[in-house]
């Protein structure tokens, strides 16, 4: 059977999703056996976190979160960005190197020191939508300092 021909509207984007989970489940595995990572606390964990993550974009044919698939996931996340705004995080993320965020540089983003926009945004989001438990009491006292 032609492998695209056939396959056609939701039917082909599930079988290119799973094509995508597919690869990023090799990537991770990579992740796993470097060396370099040997020492990151639950890093299976963390690396699966990241694929689901990762795979919640829109992503391009070739599986990488393009400028309009960072839009959406940042209006969704309830963080609207600018174009320019967007083409920082994603230079931010990849060094200036593509246009295009791909999953190895995701993770090393996730898994990285620096704490790019994209990061924080993502372990914000994880952060609220993780603690149903809100704090009681009156919200804390900020000064003008402590705002962004």
């Known amino acids: 059977m032609p492998s695209n021909q ?12 799973d094509q995508q989970k597919q690869k990023l489940e090799e990537i991770n595995q990579e992740y796993l056996e470097d060396q370099k990572y040997s020492d990151e606390e639950d890093l299976a964990e963390k690396l699966e976190g990241f694929k689901n993550k990762y795979a919640e974009f829109d992503l ?19 963080v609207p960005k600018t174009h320019l705004e967007l083409k920082k995080m994603i230079v931010e993320v990849t060094g200036g190197s593509s246009n295009t965020i791909n999953y ?11 704490s790019a926009v994209l990061k924080l945004v993502l372990i914000f989001e994880d952060k609220a939508s993780g603690s149903p438990s809100k704090p009681s009491g009156p919200p804390p006292k900020r000064d003008i300092a402590s705002l962004p």
């Open 6 to 17: 056939t396959l056609q509207g939701g039917k082909a984007f599930g079988h290119l999703k």
């Open 104 to 114: 190895r540089d995701f993770v090393k983003m996730m898994l990285g020191k620096r």
């Open 60 to 78: 391009n044919d070739q599986g990488e979160i393009e400028l309009m698939g960072l839009k959406r996931m940042m209006e969704k996340l309830g």
